[in-house]
């Protein structure tokens, strides 16, 4: 089965500071696509970056940067300068012809 | 620029009840998906769409029906509403797939099942 794990339900980092996501992924596939995607207590998805699993450059999106390991089926999500915006629910999702989610890590910022 | 409309955004339903949830996009995608949300669950592929005419079972099909008779509207239906059905249920657009295709979300529809 494809699943997506995040094996962190919360974390928390203080304003200014930078923190990191974990996600590793399962798949046989070998084209796929990344993405992470960002929920406020809008309940809004808003989608935070992408990454293409052909390329092996790392995606970046200003504030936001991943580090995507093929090899070991992990696409942690970096964030630089916290802002208390950034406080809200964070999942990974898998590609192919349609998205698997993980089950979300809850980023609390303090200031 | 509506983007991806649900229509309605709360509903409080009795067992055994149906009802429909709409979704409406202004985009001229072609995919169309149904999600829930549970707590720590993430959200799961109840049915998808990848054009008009078109549905297909995703994660979590059981007790759900859908249509897609234009390509703008993918319809949710629940025939007889069950507790188990209580969940905040997102709609989703793409013109395809690919890293460039990413998914638009509505607003979500939260559902109780009393």
């Known amino acids: 089965a494809q699943t997506v794990t995040q094996s962190q339900p919360e974390m928390s980092v203080q304003e200014a500071e930078t923190v990191t996501l974990s996600c590793t992924y399962d798949t046989s596939e070998s084209d796929y696509y990344l993405f992470w995607y960002k929920q406020p207590p809008s309940r809004q998805m808003i989608l935070v970056i992408r990454q293409e699993a052909y390329k092996q450059q790392n995606a970046t999106e200003n504030r936001f940067s991943v580090n995507f390991q093929k090899a070991a089926k992990s696409f942690s999500l970096k964030i630089s300068d916290s802002q208390l915006g950034d406080a809200a629910m964070y999942f990974c999702?898998?590609?192919?012809?349609?998205?698997?989610f993980g089950t979300g890590t809850r980023l609390q910022v303090f200031p | 620029n509506a983007g991806v409309t649900q229509t309605p955004k709360f509903r409080v339903l009795k067992t055994g009840q149906s009802m429909t949830l709409l979704c409406a996009q202004d985009?001229?995608?072609?995919?169309m998906y149904w999600y829930r949300q549970d707590p720590g669950m993430g959200l799961r592929l109840i049915h998808y769409?990848?054009?008009?005419?078109?549905?297909a079972k995703g994660e979590v099909p059981d007790g759900y029906n859908v249509s897609r008779l234009k390509k703008q509207n993918f319809l949710l239906g629940l025939e007889s509403a069950a507790p188990s059905q209580t969940s905040v249920y997102f709609c989703a657009s793409t013109q395809g797939w690919g890293v460039n295709q990413p998914q638009h979300f509505g607003d979500g529809t939260r559902l109780s099942i009393l």
């Open positions: 999702a898998w590609d192919t012809d349609k998205l698997i």
């Open positions: 769409s990848v054009g008009e005419g078109t549905t």
């Open positions: 985009m001229n995608h072609e995919y």
